[in-house]
């Protein structure tokens, strides 16, 4: 995702960091600037920007901080659609399994 410059993607997306919502720059005249967001298989909400989908959380932290984050993007709150910036932590792979809710299958509480 890194291959995308976080120039190109603030040339086409603005984004809300106090709503987390984003809204396109740049459109076809007669068009829609909403950003058309599509759940993942994951539950994460996906955007698609220069003909390459994205995650809305590591978009929202490129267009807020001006670079990609260099580890996993936690949501705080568990919320995947939740992308306001105060609910973002950039974190390490195991910090990010750690904020993890319980399986379905689990029977003895612990995590």
């Excluded at 809300?16 to 740049?26: A, E, M, P, Q, Y």
């Excluded at 609910?87 to 995590?111: A, F, I, M």
Aim: glycine share 6%.
């Amino acid at each position: 995702m890194k291959n995308v410059p976080p120039e190109k993607i603030a040339e086409l997306l603005s984004y809300d960091h106090t709503t987390g919502l984003f809204v396109r720059k740049r459109y076809i005249i007669g068009g829609d600037r909403s950003v058309k967001q599509r759940l993942d298989h994951d539950g994460y909400l996906r955007i698609n920007v220069a003909k390459t989908s994205f995650k809305a959380h590591r978009l929202a932290w490129v267009l807020y901080y001006g670079k990609w984050p260099d580890g996993d993007i936690d949501h705080i709150n568990c919320d995947r659609a939740d992308n306001r910036i105060e609910n973002l932590r950039e974190c390490s792979r195991s910090q990010n399994c750690h904020n993890t809710s319980l399986r379905r299958n689990n029977k003895s509480g612990v995590k």
